[in-house]
């Protein structure tokens, strides 16, 4: 083989600009009579890729203290499907990042003039513990309002049934998103034998005048941009999700 013969290709990353980024996790809540927090998928590996890319990234629960991922979710857990999950097991693991779960800022110690985008993990808490938290309902439509990236994955995108902006509308009103869907919580419902949630998300978006909550078959990787707003439909599309972050941040740069 001669020089000629070889072929070489490079790839250069993307520069992004560093931004900060606010990531929303539930407080622990009991569903059905066990402890239910956050989906460790749906936190910690964008979590990773926004640090990679040079982004600083806080910690946010409604009450603050510490956060705990759903059992289910957790890699410690043996009897769970997630045991594989070595970025979220690393992050357990890390000084820092261990100390940030175990110590999560409340969200009435931020404002969305100190952040750039925002990003709202889901799990088996947010229906029960966002429906009330006015205070979080609040500082999503105030990014939302200052032109900031809002970004919801899975039942994370429940703060869409009740945010409300400065006009008074709900932020979804007129918007084309996602989240999880009926079907989902159907085969989360076979899995553990009961109906699981007293409401979902796709049910109750259709009493929002305008909204289009659009979705793909249960489990496939789906998300929407629609301005500001980017939603995603379950763990499964927490890349896709993501990529379009990054998208509008660099846009907004």
Same mark, same amino acid.
Not at 63 to 69: A, D, K, P, V
Not at 107 to 125: C, E, L, T
Not at 222 to 236: E, H, K, P, V, W
């Given at each position: 083989?001669?020089?000629?013969?070889?072929?070489?290709?490079?790839?250069?990353?993307?520069?992004? &600009?560093p &931004?900060?980024?606010?990531?929303?996790?539930? !407080?622990?809540?009991?569903?059905?009579?066990?402890?239910?927090?956050? $989906?460790a998928?749906e936190?910690?590996p964008?979590?990773?890729?926004?640090?990679?890319?040079?982004? &600083? /990234?806080?910690?946010?629960?409604m !009450?603050?203290?510490? @956060?705990?991922?759903d059992t289910?979710?957790?890699? =410690? !857990?043996s009897?769970?499907?997630?045991?594989?999950?070595?970025?979220?097991?690393?992050? *357990?693991?890390?000084?820092r990042?261990?100390?940030m779960?175990?110590?999560t800022?409340p !969200?009435?110690?931020?404002?969305?003039? +100190?952040?750039?985008?925002?990003? /709202?993990?889901?799990? @088996?808490?947010p229906l029960?513990?966002? #429906? +009330?938290?006015?205070?979080?309902? *609040?500082l999503?439509a105030?990014?939302y +309002? #200052?032109?900031?990236?809002?970004?919801?994955i899975?039942?994370?995108s429940?703060?869409?049934?009740?945010?409300r902006?400065?006009?008074g #509308? $709900?932020?979804a009103?007129?918007?084309?998103?996602?989240?999880?869907?009926?079907?989902?919580?159907?085969?989360?419902? =076979?899995?553990?034998?009961m109906?699981?949630?007293?409401?979902?998300?796709?049910?109750?978006?259709?009493?929002?005048p305008?909204?289009e909550f659009l979705?793909?078959?249960?489990?496939?990787p789906?998300?929407?941009?629609?301005?500001? $707003?980017?939603?995603?439909?379950? &763990?499964?599309s927490?890349g896709?999700?993501?990529e379009?972050m990054?998208?509008?941040?660099?846009?907004?740069?």
């Open positions: 083989m001669t020089a000629s013969d070889i072929v070489l290709r490079t790839s250069l990353s993307v520069r992004r &600009r &931004r900060r980024i606010l990531s929303i996790v539930s !407080n622990t809540a009991d569903l059905k009579g066990f402890p239910v927090g956050f $989906l998928e936190m910690t964008v979590f990773l890729m926004f640090t990679e890319a040079g982004h &600083r /990234v806080d910690l946010v629960s !009450n603050g203290g510490e @956060g705990m991922f289910h979710s957790d890699p =410690r !857990n009897d769970g499907g997630y045991t594989d999950n070595l970025i979220s097991l690393g992050f *357990v693991q890390h000084a990042f261990s100390a779960l175990k110590d800022l !969200n009435s110690s931020v404002s969305a003039d +100190d952040y750039d985008a925002i990003w /709202v993990a889901g799990g @088996g808490g029960l513990t966002f #429906k +009330d938290d006015t205070a979080l309902h *609040v999503i105030a990014f +309002d #200052k032109g900031k990236i809002v970004s919801l899975c039942h994370g429940s703060l869409l049934l009740w945010a902006l400065s006009n #509308k $709900l932020l009103e007129g918007k084309k998103w996602t989240g999880f869907t009926d079907a989902e919580e159907e085969a989360v419902n =076979r899995a553990f034998g109906t699981l949630n007293d409401y979902t998300i796709e049910a109750s978006a259709k009493d929002i305008g909204t979705c793909r078959d249960a489990n496939e789906f998300a929407i941009r629609d301005g500001c $707003l980017i939603t995603g439909q379950q &763990r499964y927490r896709l999700t993501a379009l990054f998208e509008a941040l660099e846009e907004a740069a």
